[in-house]
């Protein structure tokens, strides 16, 4: 097998597909399995970038991934070649972009622009077109992602990083207003543990868990344990949501875990996703955390416990 060292930035650009859209393939479906760094970075080999591109353009010719990522590539070859020979392929290629990408596009470079009113504008649309948890799902959540991808490569600075989080922010606050929920509603207090200095992905968590009915308390980015803790017991909160975004090798995070697992009450659940979740994963699961893949498990997940008796905490 050929060596593993193409940076996950790079296989997108060769292959075509998102960051986003190979994370999902590989966790969700299996379908390439790169090796990590020391800092848990993905490193692709020449033979997962030809199997990314295979599914690429089996996908792209109508079918499932979910039905083809276990096929030889030769076999997912043959399916592109007898799609291509059909009228339905041939729609298929000339149809215009998908409507969350051009949206994703949009924002994108609303971003690289600073252009805030070109931005809010293009969420505005999305909304009306995709609804609140639509335009959470297929457009912020990738949009964030990208973001943070591109701020890595240097691609963005950290004005447009900062200018993003801003608008999005904003945004995020008026899509939740309509969703205002109900006094007896449970509460999910969302923040960043210590150290984790990116906010968008907690506010994404926000948004979804108020457009899901739930009382939203929001405290923002790197907080201690205790501070996270005290304003779950005073909230009288239901579950803990941590965004972890960035760093992924950060020494400090697992005693801050655990410090926070310890004053919670026991009743009080408690939430963990974003991209540098996997990272942490083993901390996580030893304290008894929740695990959070992506919005699709959140709302899930948040449905269960909105099922469960109320126990105020003391």
């Not at 060596?3 to 296989?11: F, G, K």
């Not at 848990?40 to 591109?53: F, P, V």
């Not at 943070?148 to 900062?162: I, P, Y």
């Not at 974003?274 to 695990?291: Q, S």
Request: proline share 5%; hydrophobic share 45%; net charge positive.
């Amino acid at each position: 097998m050929s060596e593993a060292h193409h940076p996950i930035q790079l296989v997108a650009r060769l292959t075509g597909l998102s960051t986003h859209v190979i994370r999902i393939w590989e966790q969700r479906y299996h379908a390439v399995a790169p090796r990590r760094t020391r800092a848990n970075h993905r490193l692709y080999s020449q033979h997962d970038i030809e199997r990314l591109s295979v599914l690429r353009d089996v996908t792209r010719a109508g079918h499932n991934i979910g039905q083809v990522v276990g096929l030889t590539n030769d076999k997912l070859r043959a399916l592109t070649t007898a799609a291509s020979a059909t009228k339905v392929q041939t729609s298929r290629l000339k149809a215009p972009k998908s409507v969350p990408d051009s949206f994703l596009e949009e924002c994108l470079t609303s971003i690289q622009s600073l252009d805030d009113r070109r931005l809010e504008a293009a969420l505005k649309r999305g909304a009306t077109a995709l609804g609140a948890l639509g335009l959470l799902q297929r457009v912020v959540a990738p949009l964030t992602q990208t973001v943070g991808d591109l701020w890595r490569e240097g691609t963005l600075t950290s004005a447009h990083e900062h200018f993003a989080s801003a608008v999005i922010r904003v945004f995020l606050g008026h899509v939740a207003k309509p969703f205002g929920a109900m006094d007896h509603a449970p509460v999910l207090v969302v923040a960043t543990p210590a150290g984790q200095v990116h906010e968008l992905g907690a506010l994404l968590v926000g948004a979804t868990a108020a457009n899901l009915g739930w009382q939203v308390t929001f405290l923002g980015a790197s907080l201690p344990a205790a501070e996270i803790a005290g304003a779950a017991q005073q909230r009288r909160a239901r579950a803990v949501a941590l965004s972890l975004v960035y760093p992924e090798d950060d020494p400090m995070l697992k005693g801050e875990v655990t410090r926070l697992r310890e004053l919670l009450p026991a009743e009080v659940h408690l939430l963990a996703g974003g991209r540098a979740m996997p990272a942490y994963r083993d901390i996580l699961e030893k304290v008894g955390a929740l695990p959070i893949e992506d919005l699709a498990q959140l709302g899930s997940t948040l449905d269960k416990l909105r099922q469960l008796p109320n126990q105020a905490t003391r």
